[in-house]
């Protein structure tokens, strides 16, 4: 699976973003999708997760009513929807996919197979 995240920019807090992460060589529907952030300085951290297509979803305390992740099957695509940005936000975030993880293993990013690019978002205050 490769995959290829887009969508970073530059936005002021309290604003909102969109990420894209398209995804090729396999259909994605029955893969646990994520995507992780990296800011200056920390070591990358879980944000949210997509267990499969039509399954739930989970998300990072940090995150939890402010983002949103969702997949689009037709594009083979997920989404992660950024409203209500902070400071803190600002990051590299990445997408990343493994076939279907069982809850407990969402967050290590050991558990994942494959992995985007990166594509940097920055929160000014």
């Known amino acids: 699976v490769q995959l290829q995240a887009s969508g970073g920019g530059l936005v002021q807090a309290g604003g909102s973003l969109g990420l894209s992460c398209a995804a090729s060589?396999?259909?994605?529907?029955?893969?646990?999708m994520a995507w992780f952030r990296q800011a200056p300085g920390k070591e990358r951290e879980f944000v949210a997760a997509s267990r499969r297509s039509g399954g739930t979803t989970h998300y990072a305390e940090s995150v939890k009513g402010r983002y949103t992740i969702s997949r689009d099957n037709a594009k083979n695509t997920v989404y992660l929807q950024m409203n209500s940005l902070k400071p803190e936000d600002t990051a590299v975030y990445y997408c990343?996919?493994?076939?279907?993880?069982?809850?407990?293993?969402?967050?290590?990013?050991?558990?994942?197979?494959?992995w985007g690019q990166g594509t940097q978002v920055t929160v000014s205050s």
């Open positions: 990343a996919a493994a076939p279907y993880l069982i809850l407990s293993r969402l967050a290590g990013e050991e558990n994942y197979d494959y």
């Open positions: 060589g396999r259909t994605i529907s029955t893969y646990t």
